[in-house]
């Protein structure tokens, strides 16, 4: 029993922080059709924008928090402008290759300023444990739950109640019917890269903090995969749920059978579902019309 | 001067000729000539590139096969790859069959698990065939590296030397025997290739490419088009990740990442997808890209100390720009910027 709710929350903080690089992932994916390769390649640079900042900077951790959002509105919009823009209407695999090959440039990038080695940075969130339900808990797993939970309530409430959210959602319904209501859909797709690449931001950021500040949070973003076919690609709320599935049954499969298949299961799932119900679980079925 | 300003046909015979200039063949001349000399100019380090490219050639026709002419993105190849090199390293070390008998062997097993792995093809498109073939490739690598069987433990498969029926290739002569050996087998594939879209099976693939309901409409066989098209590339591919177990002597997991299958999507979009021909540019291309890259840092990193010592993220970043650039400027690749070349000086002096 011990096990079972240890591993429930780490599977859960695991599971938040996957929902929060998929919302990224699905936010650009519903307003501008792209799949992005390089989801996990946003989730370092946030985290090295928020290291440099925050440790080499010597900035106080809410102005750090500051730059690196600003860091990642001018990439997801310097991204979405010069590289993502010109290959509208072009064929999936080219969008997806451009996609590759960012992701290989933003990596070099971060391997030319800060090399492979792994970087210490202190602990932001407490490290000390607490007693849940007679199990000691890491209470920075906790905090991780708590955080993500705000910020995808955030994302929602921004979606359901405000301008700019209600114009992205009218984008991704239909994009000429947007643009005749006024809508500048160029203007939308330049928002949903920089939420998408803020969202990474925070997934970084949290995931640096539970781990460490290394090359290898890149390797996260792959598993967002499963996560968005799980929920479906164009789901919000698939996110957080297909975040949490796959975040549990990590945990679950490498606490109680073996961590190396943990790491594969994700992607049986994913072709399960790909086989059965190839849109997920909140995905919209899409009708081809000759 | 006067120039032919174009080609010219006076017969339908003449218009389906392979070749309708002189110039045509004076290139393929020219061309045979500088591989048939290659060997005994390259110094043994670029030869040794040279059979790399070799190799990788083979691959870059598979997987343009199956993207480039058929229309079905694919991440699977570093599997592929995967499943050839170690089936024909452990039929030929392990069996004891002879190495053709286990290459031939190795190219029809990774067309069977090509296909097997092509079937969510059937239901799927673009994106999300993607993301299933990426499936694939974790799939395939997870077997690979925790399936003890395949390296009896030991993580690795050590393959002899090669020795065909009695002759083995030696050490000092290592790299231009292997030349030998790769070029014909390398020429043939280009050529199988080529002409598989001469035959109406290669035609069914590209009007699946083209619009699939409409080629089902005129009676192409979608299953079949689909699952043939994963058979004939992984075949393909099986084949160079078999002499490349054979080339390398070893066989190792880390030979056969997701970066491996970037790499070859690299090489078909830079040389040009939908282009045999350019497959070929592209492999040529993206390897010699990092040997190029090593050269000008070594000459240029004594003055420079910045650059040599930054060298494997300068790679990385040229790797991910050259994708990035072709996408945007050509996105047809390398054949569609020499075929433009070649436009220009036979339509002269006119544009077009």
Known sequence: MNTFISLTVYGLADGAILALAALGFVLIYKATRVINFAQGEFLLVGAYTFYTAFVLMGLPWILASLVGVVVAIILGVVVERFVLRPLIGEHAISVIMVTIGLSAVLKAIVQMFFGTSVREQPKILPTNSIEVAGVTVPLNRLLVILLAGIVLLAFTIFFRRSRHGIAMRAVADDQQAALTMGISVRQVFALAWALAAVSALIAGVLLADLSAVEQGIAAFGLIVFPVVILGGLDSVPGTIVGGLTIGLLKQYVSGYADPGLAEVVPYIVLVAILMVRPYGIFGETRIERV | ?352
Do not use: C
């Not at chain 2, 979009?269 to 021909?277: D, H, Q």
């Open chain 2, 1 to 352: 001067m006067a120039t032919a300003t174009g080609i010219h046909h006076r017969s339908y015979r003449a218009e389906l000729r392979l070749r309708h200039t002189k110039a045509e063949w004076a290139r393929l001349a020219l061309v045979f000539l500088a591989l048939l000399v290659a060997p005994y100019v390259l110094t043994v380090y670029w030869l040794g590139i040279a059979n790399s490219i070799l190799i990788a050639v083979i691959g870059a026709v598979g997987l343009n096969i199956l993207v480039g002419f058929t229309g079905q993105i694919s991440l699977g190849q570093g599997g592929f790859l995967a499943v050839g090199a170690y089936s024909s390293a452990i039929l030929s070390t392990r069996a004891g069959l002879p190495v053709p008998l286990a290459v031939i062997l190795a190219v029809l097993l990774t067309a069977v698990i090509g296909a097997l792995f092509g079937l969510p093809a059937l239901r799927l498109k673009g994106l999300y065939l993607a993301i299933a073939t990426l499936a694939s490739q974790e799939i395939i690598m997870f077997v690979v590296r925790r399936w003890g069987f395949l390296t009896e433990d030991k993580g690795y498969i050590e393959v002899p030397r090669l020795n065909l029926f009695g002759w083995q290739i030696e050490r000092e002569t290592f790299e231009v025997q292997w030349y030998w050996l790769l070029l014909p087998i390398t020429i043939l594939s280009v050529m199988a290739a080529r002409n598989l879209f001469r035959t109406a099976l290669g035609r069914s693939f590209m009007a699946v490419r083209d619009q699939d309901i409409a080629a089902e409409a005129i009676g192409v066989n979608l299953t079949r088009a689909k699952v043939t098209a994963f058979a004939v590339s992984s075949g393909f591919v099986g084949l160079s990740g078999a002499l490349s177990a054979y080339y390398t002597e070893t066989v190792t997991w880390e030979r056969f990442t997701l970066d491996v299958s970037v790499l070859y999507l690299a090489m078909i979009i830079v040389g040009g997808l939908g282009s045999i021909a350019g497959s070929v540019y592209g492999a040529i291309f993206m390897m010699l890209l990092p040997a190029l890259l090593t050269e000008i840092g070594g000459t240029v990193g004594n003055a420079v100390p910045f650059l040599s010592e930054q060298l494997p993220a300068i790679k990385n970043a040229v790797f991910g720009l050259a994708i990035i650039v072709f996408l945007l400027v050509e996105p047809r690749g390398l054949d569609r910027i020499w075929s433009r070349m070649k436009d220009y000086i036979r339509f002269w002096p006119f544009r077009y």
